[in-house]
């Protein structure tokens, strides 16, 4: 497909990389002829230098045989102006940016009046994605497949548990659980297990589940995961006021610390149900007076990496709270996730994969077949969704028959609305959508 992308900063700069990687033709506008450097000199992508909001740069641009344009500059004014231009111009579907959670509240409004194909959020998504994770607080990452019906949860094994040197074929016949084992994490190394493949307390697993069945998992292998029922969120932003909104119909009890006195007065007529105190998020002893040591749930989410990091590993050294760290910054991906922070919450990336996922099944009405797609461990593994096509060879032939690649796994099934967790027998068939 012909995309253009308005906006080169972070979020714009991982949409280009991974539309490139996929085979897509895309041009990248933005007003900073500094910024569009990285994209010229590193990826097969056109770069105009301009206003994206000008009618004549999208003209330039190409919107006229474009089939998406995607508006992710930091003004949800200026997303939402290039897509009206685009849409007026050149038709296209359009993707805007928005994240004043003001226009937030009127997004259907706004949706049907500029006629957007999709909205995104990034502190709302990013909240959705947190009180996923403390809805199952071993989990360390969570990510909704076949329209939420199964989920690819990420935990560590802890020392005490029955998954500590057992075998992979093991979890079906010993523990009784309909999980798949997908990936497994050991220091720099990452597998995809065979059945003969020895699990280790500290190792990172990757599994396929429903949501019933992961529950039901935890608990046999001796996992404690019990939802969460007190918090401290550190930092009174937007991703903070989604977080507590979205948790407002749990029984977590929320305290929100922000050294900004006049948000904090903001944020106690905007969260009625929240505990709002006022002060520093990295003083060690306002964290400990306000209970850092008894808190089942820990979330640094100021706007300062550095501050995030060091209030979740100081936090990590105090309780046994679930943590969860926000990060701005993509570049130290690896360094960052092998520190003690529990779950680290990409905004950006967050954001990147949502627009992904809708350029995808935009694909899949034009001729594709991939409907989701994720990165397990930075660019080490991906989990991929695709919808079967009736001309596919592996029709009709048991799995443990397919001469598959080495790492490849086939994970999960969605047969009209029904999940099968796939065994050697199981086969796959087409059916007419």
Same mark, same amino acid.
């Given at each position: 497909?012909?995309?253009?992308?308005?906006?080169?900063?972070?979020?714009?700069?991982?949409?280009?990389?991974?539309?490139?990687?996929?085979?897509?033709?895309?041009?990248?506008?933005?007003?900073?002829?500094?910024?569009?450097?990285?994209?010229?000199?590193?990826?097969?992508?056109?770069?105009?230098?301009?206003?994206?909001?000008?009618?004549?740069?999208?003209?330039?641009?190409?919107?006229?045989?474009?089939?998406?344009?995607?508006?992710t500059?930091?003004?949800?004014?200026?997303?939402?102006?290039?897509?009206?231009?685009?849409?007026?111009?050149?038709?296209?579907?359009?993707?805007?940016?928005?994240?004043?959670?003001?226009?937030?509240?009127?997004?259907?409004?706004?949706?049907?009046?500029?006629?957007?194909?999709?909205?995104?959020?990034?502190?709302?998504?990013?909240?959705?994605?947190?009180?996923?994770?403390?809805?199952? &607080?071993? =989990?360390?990452? %969570?990510?909704?497949?076949?329209?939420?019906?199964?989920? @690819? /949860?990420?935990?560590? +094994?802890?020392k005490?548990?029955?998954?500590?040197?057992?075998?992979?074929s093991?979890?079906?016949?010993?523990?009784?659980?309909?999980?798949?084992?997908?990936?497994?994490?050991?220091?720099?190394?990452?597998?995809?297990?065979?059945?003969?493949?020895?699990?280790?307390?500290?190792?990172?697993i990757?599994?396929?589940?429903?949501?019933?069945?992961?529950?039901?998992?935890?608990?046999?292998?001796?996992?404690?995961?019990?939802?969460?029922?007190?918090?401290?969120?550190?930092?009174?932003?937007?991703?903070?006021?989604?977080?507590?909104?979205?948790?407002?119909?749990?029984?977590?009890?929320?305290?929100?610390?922000?050294?900004?006195?006049?948000?904090?007065?903001?944020?106690?007529?905007?969260? &009625?149900? =929240?505990?709002? %105190?006022h002060?520093?998020?990295?003083?060690?002893?306002? @964290? /400990?007076?306000?209970? +850092?040591?008894?808190?089942?749930?820990?979330?640094?989410?100021?706007?300062?990496?550095?501050?995030?990091?060091?209030?979740?590993?100081?936090?990590?050294?105090?309780?046994?709270?679930?943590?969860?760290?926000?990060?701005?910054?993509?570049?130290?991906?690896?360094?960052?996730?092998?520190?003690?922070l529990?779950?680290?919450?990409?905004?950006?990336l967050?954001?990147?994969?949502?627009?992904?996922?809708?350029?995808?099944?935009?694909?899949?009405?034009?001729?594709?077949?991939?409907?989701?797609?994720?990165?397990?461990?930075?660019?080490?593994?991906?989990?991929?969704?695709?919808?079967?096509?009736k001309?596919?060879?592996?029709?009709?032939?048991?799995?443990?028959?397919?001469?598959?690649?080495?790492?490849?796994?086939?994970?999960?099934?969605?047969?009209?609305?029904?999940?099968?967790?796939?065994?050697?027998?199981?086969?796959?068939?087409?059916?007419?959508?």
């Amino acid at each position: 497909m012909k995309i253009i992308i308005v906006g080169c900063g972070k979020v714009g700069r991982t949409l280009a990389e991974q539309l490139c990687r996929e085979n897509h033709d895309v041009t990248v506008i933005d007003h900073r002829a500094e910024a569009l450097k990285y994209v010229s000199d590193n990826l097969d992508a056109l770069c105009v230098v301009g206003n994206g909001a000008v009618f004549q740069t999208q003209i330039e641009a190409g919107v006229k045989e474009a089939d998406l344009l995607i508006a992710t500059t930091g003004s949800d004014e200026l997303n939402m102006l290039c897509c009206l231009i685009a849409k007026k111009t050149g038709d296209c579907h359009t993707v805007a940016r928005i994240r004043n959670p003001e226009y937030y509240q009127e997004i259907q409004y706004i949706r049907g009046e500029l006629n957007l194909s999709l909205a995104i959020n990034p502190e709302r998504a990013a909240a959705v994605e947190i009180a996923r994770l403390l809805r199952f &607080p071993s =989990a360390i990452k %969570i990510e909704p497949f076949a329209k939420g019906r199964v989920e @690819l /949860l990420k935990f560590m +094994i802890p020392k005490d548990s029955a998954l500590d040197q057992m075998q992979v074929s093991d979890v079906v016949s010993k523990l009784k659980s309909n999980v798949l084992i997908c990936a497994v994490e050991r220091g720099e190394d990452i597998f995809i297990p065979d059945g003969s493949f020895i699990m280790q307390a500290g190792d990172k697993i990757s599994f396929i589940a429903s949501h019933k069945d992961s529950a039901a998992f935890f608990k046999k292998a001796g996992i404690v995961n019990n939802a969460v029922k007190t918090a401290i969120l550190v930092g009174g932003g937007k991703l903070a006021y989604y977080l507590a909104k979205a948790l407002s119909d749990t029984r977590i009890k929320i305290k929100i610390i922000e050294r900004d006195e006049t948000r904090c007065r903001e944020l106690s007529k905007l969260l &009625p149900g =929240a505990m709002i %105190i006022h002060g520093d998020g990295t003083d060690q002893n306002l @964290l /400990l007076e306000e209970g +850092i040591q008894s808190t089942e749930a820990f979330a640094s989410l100021t706007g300062v990496d550095e501050e995030n990091i060091m209030m979740s590993l100081y936090a990590a050294s105090q309780s046994n709270a679930k943590l969860i760290t926000k990060v701005g910054r993509i570049a130290f991906e690896n360094v960052i996730n092998s520190l003690n922070l529990g779950s680290v919450i990409y905004p950006k990336l967050l954001t990147a994969d949502i627009i992904l996922q809708y350029v995808r099944a935009m694909q899949n009405s034009m001729g594709s077949n991939v409907e989701t797609l994720y990165k397990i461990v930075a660019d080490k593994a991906e989990a991929l969704e695709f919808r079967v096509r009736k001309d596919a060879p592996m029709l009709g032939v048991p799995l443990e028959r397919l001469n598959l690649k080495e790492n490849l796994l086939l994970a999960c099934i969605n047969r009209n609305g029904t999940i099968i967790m796939p065994r050697g027998q199981d086969m796959v068939w087409y059916k007419k959508s």
